[in-house]
């Protein structure tokens, strides 16, 4: 089965220039995550989808940051404008209700802003 | 509101000694308790997973986990270390919906 997938793997781009981080979660898991891994705040959880609907938004560091899952397949995470400080590994996760919190990560977005 | 402190970012153990990363955890209802390892460049993926069955839960390459409410812990042992458990192991807590709050991470380092 596949995993889930996440794209691009390594995004560098300028400040100001809108990035956008595309996930397919796996099939039939009805939750998906969005995390931000850094060397300084650790793994933290941004945003969380349970059936397409948002359901806790609390960890968006703020508005530059905006996340859509249009359908049960696919999800994206842009960041307009970018900035240097948001360059951190942005991990996408999916999970089904029927495994308790058993989350499955990708293999992550390496942003770079320069 | 649910937390978990990793004790130690890094780790080091000599291959073949017992592997030890400590997690405490912080939860308002009873908690599920997990343990992820994520290898250089890759995602994570989960280890063991505790949900109020055994305290003692056992997970894959040879890990194993030990809930402990008294002590609010749950630490990560490996009797013997392996060249390829050198990785980063991530404490997780939740509160029984899937969202799930990790902890800082601890690099274990395994010397030959």
């Known amino acids: 089965d596949a995993g889930v997938i996440q794209s691009p793997r390594h995004e560098v781009t300028e400040m100001g220039q809108e990035v956008t981080l595309r996930c397919k979660p796996i099939s039939g898991h009805d939750y998906l995550f969005w995390y931000r891994q850094t060397m300084m705040r650790g793994l933290e959880l941004l945003i969380y989808?349970?059936?397409?609907?948002?359901?806790?938004d609390s960890g968006m560091p703020e508005d530059r940051f905006s996340a859509k899952m249009p359908n049960a397949s696919f999800s994206t995470l842009k960041i307009q404008p970018s900035e240097p400080r948001d360059s951190a590994v942005y991990f996408c996760?999916?999970?089904?209700?029927?495994?308790?919190?058993?989350?499955?990560f990708g293999e992550g977005s390496w942003l770079t802003v320069v | 509101a649910q937390s978990v402190t990793q004790l130690g970012s890094h780790v080091s153990v000599s291959e073949g000694a017992l592997v030890l990363l400590r997690c405490n955890y912080s939860?308002?209802?009873?908690?599920?308790l997990f343990w992820y390892v994520q290898y250089p460049n890759q995602g994570l993926q989960l280890l063991l997973k505790y949900t109020s069955a055994a305290t003692l839960v056992k997970g894959i390459n040879g890990f194993e986990a030990e809930f402990k409410k008294s002590e609010t812990s749950f630490h990560l042992t490996k009797p013997s270390a392996h060249m390829s458990d050198a990785a980063e192991y991530f404490c997780?807590?939740?509160?029984?919906?899937?969202?799930?709050?990790f902890g800082i991470g601890t690099k274990l380092q395994v010397i030959p």
């Open positions: 997780a807590v939740s509160g029984g919906y899937q969202k799930v709050t």
């Open positions: 939860s308002s209802v009873p908690p599920y």
């Open positions: 996760a999916s999970s089904s209700s029927s495994r308790i919190n058993t989350i499955y």
């Open positions: 989808f349970n059936n397409n609907v948002p359901i806790d």
